[in-house]
């Protein structure tokens, strides 16, 4: 365990360094005035202008505070691959303040050093080599275990000594990120609620899913947490809010009005949910055994998608309250979905091709396993905007292709099919493609070009990576941890919202594991069993094999 005495012989750096004063004249409303801040010890982080132009002193008003940022889990695989390189991004970019301290806690023992030998390799890609060095200078670790009140109790007290040594403001924050198991979830946050909330700012708390395994694992894990900590300093993270494009759809759909009057049963006839992996479990089948395509991907990633695609307008996206507005509207549209049940659901487990070896193949996963690598599911919206119009979600592994992606497909033309001689008029639809080369783009039918006079189909269309070349699109991670530090909620999912989520899929997976379904065997490689796209035709999805979408930087 390292000693706080010994501190200073681990690479750590003057957290106290100072510069011009650089504060505003005319400070935004809510944030500190000049005269607030101590004699002389206005923080460096004011001079480091963070990339975006728009962003205003109000929104990084942790920035003025003391801050120190923990991992729980610090040696893990998600602190080391996800975690410490999006707090490195925000650093590279102005969005952490120089002054911050982000201390390392996790049971195997280590200093200073050799955490940041660890990290090296997981940040070189993210930022030049001297700012990685200054990054790694505030990286500090301890080590206890998650439910050690006397090991919090030592944390607690050095993260006072580094408040205390930080200096730019009466207040400090403390943000602590569990990338840790949801099954030591309650001893840690019991550990640091007993030992370690901060004693002059705000304290909040990040988890990561999976948020229990059915509805009742969830309720008990959300019980717990808010016996210790309000919902306003929980933040439950689900990566794919952070995505670009899913952060667009709430601007897509409420700033473009001639979206409206087409959103619903009148003009849509089926929405497509897609997330495929063209990758099977890569040795960690034993880890994916435990869950099943459904916990891992659909009761969360797709489903939270779901919701911003076909919820109700909020009272606000942005502004005040405009956090608890949008997460209001996603749970009430989660409650107009009745439980998905067996006969909804085409369920799959991936084969050996002869080259690529099976889900049965994989060394952790048994040999009688029944857990889905691949589910198709019809889902519902009992409600006047979305009656009669089926919302498939679909999700594999080790398909033919990587990518996730939403297709809303309308409703045929009135009369197109006696209009045009030749071939049925294909429906329209808008493909908002969230990776990779995320994209947005209608499918719309167009005369063919030269002296044929048939209908063709093309596509309008927005690909960002040409549009905006040179733009910063950070990684979800980094988004979400942005939002945490300026206390914005609407990205992260309310435990109301989990609940009504957990509703919606934990019949189908207690059905699943008595037996009640059984997963049907399809290639690697291949689109999935082709029971799934026959459920998808049932419905009233069509799907057209003459056309594809061609990435434009192929045609440059």
Known sequence: MTSRTNRSDEGRTNLATRGPDHLPSSPSPGSRSREEEPQGRTPRSLMRSPTSNAETLDSL??????????VIG??????????????????????????????????????????????????????????????????????????????????????????????????????FYFAVPPNVFLDAARSIHETAVSPSGWTRIVVEKPFGHDYD??????????????????????HYLGKEMVQNLICLRFANEFLEPLWNRNHVQCVLITFKEDF??????????????????????????????AMEPPVRVSGPGHSHYVRDAKVQLLECVPPVTVEDVVLGQYVGDGEREGYLDDPGVPADSQTPTFCSAVVKIQNRRWDGVPFILKAGKALDDRKAEIRVQFKPPPAGSYLF?????????????????????????????????????????????????????????????????????????????????????????HAIDEGQAAPIPYRFGSRGPAEADELAKSVGFVYSGRYKWKNPAAKI
């Open 280 to 309: 099977g479990t890569q040795g960690r089948g034993g880890y994916f055994d435990k869950s099943g395509i459904i916990r891992d991907i659909l009761q969360n990633h797709l489903t939270q998608v779901l919701s911003l695609v």
């Open 74 to 175: 610090a040696s893990g695989d998600l602190a080391k691959k996800k975690t410490y390189p999006s707090l490195f991004d925000l650093y590279s970019h102005g969005y952490l303040p120089e002054h911050v301290v982000i201390m390392g806690y996790a049971r195997s023992h280590k200093t200073n050093d050799e955490l940041r030998d660890q990290l090296r390799p997981f940040l070189s890609d993210h930022g030049d080599a001297s700012k990685m060095e200054e990054f790694l200078s505030k990286c500090m670790y301890k080590s206890g275990g998650y439910d050690d009140r006397d090991a919090f109790a030592s944390l607690h007290a050095d993260l006072l000594d580094y408040e205390a040594e930080q200096e730019v403001s009466t207040t400090s924050n403390r943000l």
């Open 217 to 238: 694992s969830c309720k008990e894990l959300s019980l717990g947490l808010a016996e210790l900590f309000t919902e306003d300093q929980l933040y439950r993270i689900d």
């Open 421 to 509: 001689d030749g071939p049925a008029i294909p429906p329209n639809e808008l493909v908002i493609r969230l990776q990779p080369k995320e994209a947005i783009y209608l499918k719309t039918n167009v005369k063919a070009p030269g002296l044929r006079s048939a209908p063709l189909q093309s596509e309008l269309d927005l690909s960002y990576h040409l549009r905006y070349p040179d733009t910063y699109n950070p990684d979800a991670y980094t988004r979400l941890l942005l939002d945490i530090l300026r206390g914005q909620q609407s990205t992260f999912v309310r435990d109301d919202e989990l609940m009504a989520s957990w509703k919606i899929w934990t019949p189908l997976l």
């Open 61 to 70: 008003e942790y920035m003025l505070d003391n801050l120190i940022i923990v």
